[in-house]
């Protein structure tokens, strides 16, 4: 099972909005609504930010949205604030049962 | 509060063994699944295993060949990882993780860093 793809790194400005994409296979992403996503700050564990594809959990800011489409996921983060800069990786549950994480993302705050 | 905490990690040499611990609270740990989710230095995450409540069905990540064994003590609220024939590049921190519902893990612990290396 090979990781699901992400870009190395995004860039913005405070304010702007950036979307990180995840893709996978018909076998991951676009077989199940099963994807999370997790921001990892450096040096601490990961933080649930998304699940089932676009729903938030309780007290994460509305800055955060997700979307699918086909074997793509999105995160959108809104309104880009310093605290969002850290590493962004999206997760999916797999046909063979088993989860693949993508390759991660690193958020830089300019 | 939901909390997970993971101990066991440490400086083993290849081909040697380590026992990783989680101990869960605030929560009815007896109800949910579990995962293990390694990350190397510097690098991404990585999913290497799943329990369900009752420990009748486990799954591990193809590339650890049969070495690794994950089990569950629910009257201890404990999960464990059983890591056999290590390699040196088996070395990450190693997190535990509550699958809330399938696809999705929260929270994690804070952690184990496993070094394997002579």
């Known amino acids: 099972q090979s990781a699901l793809t992400q870009p190395a790194s995004l860039s913005g400005s405070p304010g702007q909005s950036i979307t990180i994409s995840c893709i996978g296979s018909s076998s991951d992403v676009g077989a199940y609504n099963y994807v999370s996503w997790y921001r990892q700050h450096p040096g601490k564990a990961p933080q649930l930010m998304i699940y089932d594809v676009s729903n938030r959990p309780s007290g994460i800011s509305n800055r955060f949205s997700g979307s699918k489409s086909g074997n793509t996921a999105s995160l959108t983060i809104s309104g880009l604030q310093a605290e969002d800069e850290a590493d962004y990786y999206c997760?999916?549950?797999?046909?063979?049962?088993?989860?693949?994480f993508g390759t991660g993302t690193a958020v830089i705050v300019l | 509060e939901v909390q997970l905490v993971e101990s066991g990690g440490g400086l083993v040499k290849p081909g040697g063994s380590l026992r990783l611990s989680c101990v869960a609270s605030g929560f009815t740990f007896s109800t949910y699944r579990m995962v293990w989710v390694r990350q190397a230095p510097g690098k991404g995450l990585e999913w290497v295993s799943s329990?369900?409540?009752?420990?009748?069905?486990?799954y591990y990540v193809d590339s650890l060949e049969g070495r690794f064994t994950m089990s569950r003590d629910n009257a201890k609220n404990s999960l464990y990882l059983q890591m056999n024939s290590l390699r040196v590049d088996d070395t990450a921190i190693y997190y535990c993780?509550?699958?809330?519902?399938?696809?999705?893990?929260?929270?994690w612990g804070q952690g184990t860093l496993v070094t394997v290396s002579s």
């Open positions: 329990i369900n409540s009752r420990s009748t069905s486990t």
């Open positions: 997760s999916s549950y797999t046909s063979s049962s088993h989860y693949v």
């Open positions: 993780a509550r699958e809330v519902r399938l696809g999705w893990f929260d929270p």
